[in-house]
């Protein structure tokens, strides 16, 4: 499955962004899907998980409460929408796939998007 993350730019703090994942090739198998992020001299960091059917979601200590991720599996895109973005949310976002795992060890994520660059200035 191809991977396709879009929806960064440049945002003020305080203000909102919404991202979206797009699955293509296999994207009709039930993939869980995941965001991370990673941030200049930082670690990939864990960002937020949905199943198949959008009935569980987990997120980073550092998003819950701002962040919320959804999917339209008839589509086959996942969406994470970013509220009250702080400058420390700045950093490149990948989505991820695998067929089984929904945890935060992006290690076991099968598949990768190519990021997309998210701003924000304070």
């Known amino acids: 499955v191809q991977l396709q993350a879009s929806g960064g730019g440049l945002v003020q703090a305080g203000g909102s962004r919404r991202l979206s994942c797009a699955a293509s090739?296999?994207?009709?198998?039930?993939?869980?899907m995941g965001w991370f992020r990673q941030a200049p001299g930082k670690e990939r960091e864990f960002v937020a998980v949905i199943s198949w059917t959008g009935g569980y979601m987990n997120y980073g200590d550092s998003v819950k409460g701002r962040f919320t991720i959804s999917r339209e599996n008839a589509k086959n895109t996942v969406y994470l929408q970013m509220n009250s973005l702080k400058p420390e949310d700045a950093a490149v976002y990948y989505c991820a796939a695998d067929l089984y795992y929904s945890g935060y060890d992006g290690s076991r994520y099968t598949y990768w998007g190519q990021g997309t660059l998210v701003t924000v200035s304070s």
């Open positions: 090739g296999r994207a009709n198998s039930r993939y869980v």
